[in-house]
């Protein structure tokens, strides 16, 4: 056969002439015949499924329990046997045996001086039981009226508060940010989970160039990318009058390069005197902290004395 490797050739020992082509199924019937005659090989030692032996019992080892003799005054003695479970629960959490007892139940005990707990130690299998907290309800801001109030730079409205409404149209946000150009009254605004975006967000970048009476700025909570994030702080440096500005919990992460620009920014604005954002990298974390810090002292200074107000935060931090 040429299809055979070399080594496993071998030449033509048959010497019985061939009797025709090969018949599968005759070859089968003809060895499951031989099989069926071929006598089974008998057992040297019959089965008959009797048992010998003894079954094997593993030796149980005698327990010895120790119980160290404790003598106690006869007055303790006395105060742990009348003693309730209560007591004996707040007992056990003072000598800081909590596993026999619920969390709750070690820790009152413990900022408690007197016998807070009415269970006892059988209230461990017991859950918590949690005081219902209902739904927070839905922001009840005209979103259209308010706008109105805005652009007509209405004096009694001070606060702006469209927190978790979710179908304000993208340019209704867009006119607000617009309106607030102009107006002198606003201190306060708040758009938190609005959905807002980058557009969203370089729209308001444009109105702090412009405003000098907005105090608070949160837009946190929203799908604002770095390139809009990167905008609101821009313009940090042509506003010397906001004092709170926050953009944490966005819908993705900013990266190393936008906060080391945050960083930078915050150190070029001597105003700003709380920033909400938790910075994933330690470098520019430290050094935004710095940067409002030093806002937070020169405020102080400027407070107390008025004659340093000329000076800038560095300039303050060399004298």
């Not at 010895?64 to 106690?72: C, G, N, R």
């Not at 918590?128 to 308010?146: A, C, G, I, R």
Request: aromatic fraction near 4%; glycine fraction near 4%.
């Amino acid at each position: 056969n040429d299809l055979l490797p070399v080594g496993l050739r071998q030449k033509d020992q048959t010497k019985k002439a061939p009797t025709g082509p090969l018949n599968r199924d005759q070859l089968l019937e003809h060895l499951e015949k031989q099989a069926k005659e071929c006598k089974d090989r008998e057992d040297l030692v019959p089965y008959t499924g009797e048992k010998r032996g003894k079954p094997w019992i593993p030796k149980e080892k005698p327990v010895q329990l120790v119980i160290d003799s404790v003598t106690l005054e006869p007055e303790l003695e006395e105060a742990l046997v009348n003693a309730t479970d209560a007591e004996l629960c707040d007992i056990a959490a003072i000598l800081g045996m909590h596993t026999l007892m619920s969390n709750q139940q070690y820790y009152e005990a413990l900022a408690s001086s007197t016998i807070v707990n009415k269970e006892g130690l059988n209230s461990v299998i017991q859950p918590t039981q949690y005081k219902p907290v209902p739904d927070e309800l839905p922001n009840s801001t005209d979103v259209e009226e308010t706008l109105k109030q805005v652009e007509e730079n209405d004096p009694e409205l001070e606060e702006i508060n469209l927190n978790n409404i979710k179908n304000i149209p993208l340019a209704t946000l867009k006119a607000y940010a617009e309106a607030l150009k102009n107006n002198t009254h606003v201190k306060k605004f708040s758009i938190v989970g609005t959905r807002s975006n980058d557009p969203v967000a370089i729209a308001f970048a444009e109105m702090l160039k412009v405003n000098k009476t907005l105090k608070s700025l949160n837009v946190e909570s929203n799908f604002i990318t770095g390139n809009g994030i990167l905008a609101l702080v821009k313009a940090l440096q042509y506003n010397n009058t906001l004092l709170e500005l926050k953009i944490d919990n966005q819908c993705q992460q900013l990266g190393n390069k936008v906060e080391m620009e945050i960083a930078n920014m915050l150190e070029q604005n001597p105003t700003l005197l709380k920033f909400g954002y938790h910075f994933t990298q330690q470098g520019p974390r430290l050094r935004a902290s710095n940067a409002v810090m030093s806002n937070n002292d020169l405020a102080r200074i400027n407070r107390a004395d008025g004659s340093w107000s000329r000076f800038s935060a560095l300039e303050l931090e060399e004298i």
